[in-house]
Structures are given as C-alpha cells and as structure tokens.
Nanobody
C-alpha cells in the first residue's frame, strides 16, 4: 500500500518562500515518476511540477517556472518542492502524486497518477 504525506504548507506573504515535502511509504520514489498538483477553491486540479522515474528530468508549469524547484532525497524517500517568490495566485491546496508504472515519465495529466497524498494548504497573502 502506497501512502504519500505532504507537509510544509502554511501562510506566507507575497515574495516569500515555502518548501513542501512529500514523504512516501510502501514504495520508493526511485523508479517511479511523481508530480505536484494544486487546486484552488472552485478550480480544477492543475499540474505544477513533475519528475521522471530517475529524477534526471523535471518539468514545470509555465506559471511556476523559475520560481519552483523539485528535488528528492532517495535515502529519506521524500520529494521536495521549493517555492520561492510566491504570489497570491499560488494559493491552493498542494498535492503530490505518484504513477504506478515503473520507469515512467511524469505527465501533466492528473489522470496519469495512481496514488495521491491528502494535500497541504498554501496561502500567500498580498
């Protein structure tokens, strides 16, 4: 059974930074692609960033490119999303997700992910 637990969300002023963590149990991140998504009230769940199975490739939505950075610690089986220069429009619940197929690439389509965390709230005040 795969479990994902996000943490690190909170309230921050515009221009500030947060680092989200996604800890996995039941399956190592190594060998499986993962992604971060976010969902604002009344909106669909949108792709934020993704990492392929080896961690060698990351991709970002244009809205966060240059501000957000994905990384992972295989020893801790944890993936991090460093978020800098936060804007009020970044306010949302952030979810991490993992694909079940091994050695896959990430995808911006939420339907491509099989396991999801419970989400962590990020609120950016102006």
């Amino acid at each position: 059974q795969v479990q994902l637990v996000e943490s690190g969300g909170g309230l921050v002023q515009a221009g500030g930074s947060l680092r989200l963590s996604c800890a996995a149990s039941g399956r190592p991140f190594s060998g499986y692609a993962m992604g971060w998504f976010r969902q604002a009230p009344g909106k669909e769940r949108d792709f934020v960033a993704g990492m392929n199975w080896s961690g060698s490739t990351t991709n970002y939505d244009d809205s966060v490119k240059g501000r957000f950075t994905l990384s992972k610690d295989n020893a801790k089986n944890t993936v991090f999303l460093q978020m800098n220069s936060l804007k009020p429009e970044d306010t949302a619940v952030y979810y991490c997700a993992v694909r079940s197929r091994r050695f896959s690439s990430s995808t911006s389509d939420a339907r491509g992910y099989d396991y999801w965390g419970q989400g962590t709230q990020v609120t950016v005040s102006s």
